[in-house]
């Protein structure tokens, strides 16, 4: 599998391509990253340093990839923060030029727009980017729940309202809807929820609640460790167990290590052979 990822990057931590590119790498993915932003790390500490690239320099660099001929071979694109409108606009031409190149390749859209915990954190005009051009243009999309209740424009406080939203979602484009993140009305405290979705079908995978200190990129490597198993497998619900396993692995092994990153490489075993299972079920 070979696999077009277009995100940010940073060069302390994991988020964006610095959180998303190893797990595809150690389960055996070839990746091509191209980066939206170059920081010395995330903007959660406030401070950094770094640089926003803009549209046409990310359209450069696919445009050189593509001059080795590599986008006939490419399986997969994956995009996740964009920063500006035009970042936007050049993933979504990448995406064209490679299901030109490759009609069986998919776009995996990880739209990120905010969280619970901090509303919208975007630029003004990235949602009603997202929601207007990136998720119809996406095959898969793996949303955290804020985002879900912004594109699908309702709330998801219950079960059959989150099962509502993914229909939503579904009707402006995507097959495949990955919430990476759901807390309901039936979700114990003690717990905490992912839900897969498609062809009107649903799936549901529950984990124990982590004692964890807020950490960045999870979402960045769910949605990348998602978008292979989706691949390799063509079942949303094999893809939502396996994902959800690696993903809580990883998320364990930080917490216990009191870390403010994601042990990344530390943790790597857990993509390939995680150490907890957890049943998906039909909802």
Known sequence: MKVLSIQSHVAYGHVGNASAV????????????????QFSNHTGYGAWRGRVFDGPAVEEVIQGVAERGALKHCDA?????????????????????????????????????????SGV???PGIADFMRSQA??????????????DLIAGRPTDTLAAAKAAVNAVQALGPRVVLV???????????T?????????????VRTPRLDLKAVSGAGDAVAALYLVHYWRTRSAALALGMAAASIHGL?????????????TVEAQDEFVAPTSAFPVEAV
């Open 180 to 190: 990476t993140s759901l807390t309901t009305a039936e979700t114990p405290p003690e």
């Open 121 to 123: 954190y975007v630029r």
């Open 192 to 204: 905490i929820d992912m839900m897969a979705g498609e062809g009107g079908a649903f799936w549901r």
């Open 77 to 117: 694109v994956l995009s996740g923060y964009m920063g500006s409108a035009d970042i936007g606009t050049a993933i979504l031409r990448a995406v064209a030029a490679v299901r030109a190149a490759n009609r069986e390749a998919i776009y995996c859209c990880d739209p990120v727009i905010g969280d619970t915990y």
């Open 22 to 37: 190893f797990p595809m790498q150690r389960l055996g993915v070839e990746v091509w990253p191209v980066h939206t932003v």
């Open 251 to 263: 998320l364990r092994r930080t917490a216990e290590a009191g870390a403010e990153e994601l042990l």
């Open 135 to 148: 998720v119809p243009a996406a095959d898969i999309l793996t949303p955290n729940q804020f985002e879900l």
